[in-house]
T-cell receptor
């Protein structure tokens, strides 16, 4: 049963520290999304890639967030420096072209 | 800006009854819609989708209805079970399907009473 995997599942860090979240999309999927979920804002699209090229990162704070796909099997989302307001659950999702996204289990980030 | 919204933030139903969860969308260019179910501590899970060239689609115990005239989407769950308790999100593809990204509504929490 193919699934999107994300690591770590939970991360607690102090303000100012760098945070790196990793995602392994489903094999064969060429589109990768990063979403952030909070109680106040719900699910927000941060960025997404197709064939490893960034298509849209307008939802991402550029000064501290960066998203990359070093290869087709790995997507990363980095926050540097992290702030308490970054505390949220970060979801990675993958899909094939315009097909529906399949979500991973999420990384719960707490920034103290 | 345009966004997807929900009429009801919470819904409580009796086990065995039918549930209806509603969603309003504002982007007339959206041509693809999805319903996701999210259980506590998990990622959203696909339930059913529909394209704008259809007005109804059925799955196992679920039906999605699309009314493009009033930009309304609904999810019907037949014979609701305790395992259906979750938050349900509607999502739309806002740019006519050219890229595949989705915008999500705020979600409706469904509670099923035994």
């Amino acid at each position: 049963d193919a699934r999107v995997t994300q690591t770590p599942r939970h991360k607690v860090t102090e303000m100012g520290q760098e945070v790196t979240m990793r995602c392994q999309p489903i094999l064969g999927h060429n589109t990768v999304f990063w979403y952030r979920q909070t109680m106040m804002q719900g699910l927000e699209l941060l960025a997404y890639f197709r064939n490893r090229a960034p298509l849209d990162d307008s939802g991402m704070p550029k000064d501290r967030f960066s998203a990359e796909m070093p290869d087709a099997t790995l997507a990363t989302l980095k926050i540097q420096p992290s702030e308490p307001r970054d505390s949220a659950v970060y979801f990675c999702a993958s899909g094939l072209n315009r097909g529906r996204p399949y979500f991973g289990p999420g990384t719960r980030l707490t920034v103290l | 800006g345009e966004s997807v919204g929900l009429h009801l933030p919470t819904l409580s139903v009796q086990e065995g009854d039918n549930s209806i969860i509603n969603c309003a969308y504002s982007n007339s260019a959206s041509d693809y819609f999805i319903w996701y179910k999210q259980e506590s501590g998990k990622g959203p899970q696909f339930i059913i989708d529909i394209r704008s060239n259809m007005d109804k689609r059925q799955g196992q115990r679920v039906t999605v209805l699309l009314n493009k005239t009033v930009k309304h989407l609904s999810l019907q769950i037949a014979a609701t079970q305790p395992g259906d308790s979750a938050v349900y999100f509607c999502a739309e593809n806002p740019d006519g399907g050219s890229q595949g990204n989705l915008i999500f509504g705020k979600g409706t929490k469904l509670s099923v009473k035994p």
